[in-house]
């Protein structure tokens, strides 16, 4: 082995440190999670222990590996408030939290309509504190007087290479990614930035994923027994990095990347940004592509739904197993269309911001918050009301593959939790004649493409050139007859309409 890369790869839930080699393939990791710490009764992240955590990590895998450079990938929607000491200056609020309203009508009374902010900066409304944008203006009121110490408002893979290296910097990925702080057209900081007053916080130019940050501060490198020549790249959001394996093997356009997890990600990359005037307001948006090309985006939160309803639908049944697949049963639910579940569990979270999770049977609704007391009678059924989540997944899943802008021939690779699901492969694939859906084999592909960008800083090697260290099992899904499953699609769509929810 000639070298060794190290990979930090920050989920909202999940922490990970990670080795690979020379050649891509990964050497050993470590996995915890973080309880996060209350302040003000508000869940914030616990980057102090965090810190504590991959130094740990770091100096037992250099005693063991010659690591020459390190890679940050991390969830979106935050960003962090540093000090002339390179620590934070006030808490990093957790963007799950929901300051109501009020809070968001004031926010779009000062920053402008939610429709012209999508248009310029690529970022759709949400809920909670998903825009940065919207946890930065919160942070301004919660924490006025220690944000008037602030000296930089940094992404968060950004925060982690400042902490590392000593050295502040931006890049693309992190800065485009729903934050209402880039304005796509104009390419600099947005209105939404000045009017904060924060655009002389962020560094403004954007470099690229791969781009040198520094080298380790001579305090890090003693902590961790890694060199001090040790290269910091710059850094790369989650989901972006999830598609570098994919630009390598397969070039950057022709394909949708339907990364699957507690965050369902739809990305499709494309040559030009821009909506369409029926978009506005969709819950559709525009990343920008390690490569600084914009790739349209759609998410659900499609891996927290299955996961609560299973809950649910286990402990009543006093069972741990998920059935598989029943074409009988799928072809009789969708013909009859008299059952339906519907999204979401956290309002305005997905392609359907205002409706609300329930199931639908036979006309009558039973709402997921009243189920203690009100069960669906299909949920006597246990195949039954699992083909009813996996549907509603797949219904999500459609409408999200349709605002990015699929096309006809173009390739749909689905990775993460839900590849293992025949269920929801199989009625995906079914829906599109024309369209080939692919299982991929890629395990962590958003450290994968972490480690790709540290090896492009080491070696000077372009991502086509990494294509051959790794293989990607491209597995083509069948396609079934099935349309049933377009005919209870409309039925489903009109029920989510009749809460308020636009398709």
Known sequence: MEYAIAVIDIG??????????????????????????????????????METWFTLCLKDFAARYPIKALAVTTHGATFVCTGKDGKPALPCVYYTHEPGEDFHRRFYEQFGKPEDLQSRTGT?????????AKGLFFAKEQFSNLFSNTVSVLPYPQYWGLRFTGNTGTESTYMGNHTYLWDHLDKNLSSVARDLGIASLIPDKLYKSWDILGTLTGEFAEKTGLSEETIVVMGIHDSNSAL???????????????????W????????????????????????????????????????????TWSSLIMKQHKR???????????????????LFLLPELTPGSGQFPSSRARVIENGKEYFFDDMSNNIPPCFADYETVFALLRISLVMQTLTALERTGLQKGCEIYTEGGFRKDQSYSLLLSSVFPSNKVFLT???EATALGAAMTAKMAVTGKSLSDLAADFQIDYREVEKL??????QYRA???LEAEKVGCKS
């Open 264 to 307: 369902c990600v739809i990305m499709n990359p494309m040559e030009q940004y821009g909506f369409a005037p029926d978009e506005l307001g969709k819950v559709v948006f525009f990343n920008i592509s390690a490569f600084g090309k914009p790739v349209k985006t759609a998410i659900f939160l499609g891996g927290l739904e299955f996961e």
């Open 441 to 443: 084999d890629i395990a």
């Open 491 to 493: 039925e489903w769509l």
């Open 124 to 132: 759709p409304a949400f809920k909670a504190m998903i825009n940065p």
């Open 320 to 338: 741990t197993d998920i059935p598989g697949w029943n074409e009988s049963l799928y072809r009789s639910i969708l013909k009859e269309k008299k």
């Open 244 to 262: 570098l394996p994919h630009f390598a093997k397969k070039g950057e356009q022709g394909f949708i990347l339907n990364s699957t997890g507690t």
């Open 481 to 486: 007859d099935f349309p049933e499953l377009n």
């Open 12 to 49: 909202m839930t999940n922490k990970k440190v990670a080795v690979y080699d020379n050649v891509l393939c990964q050497l050993d990791a470590k996995y915890r999670n973080f309880t996060p710490i209350t302040v003000n009764g508000l869940e914030t992240h616990d980057l102090e222990g």
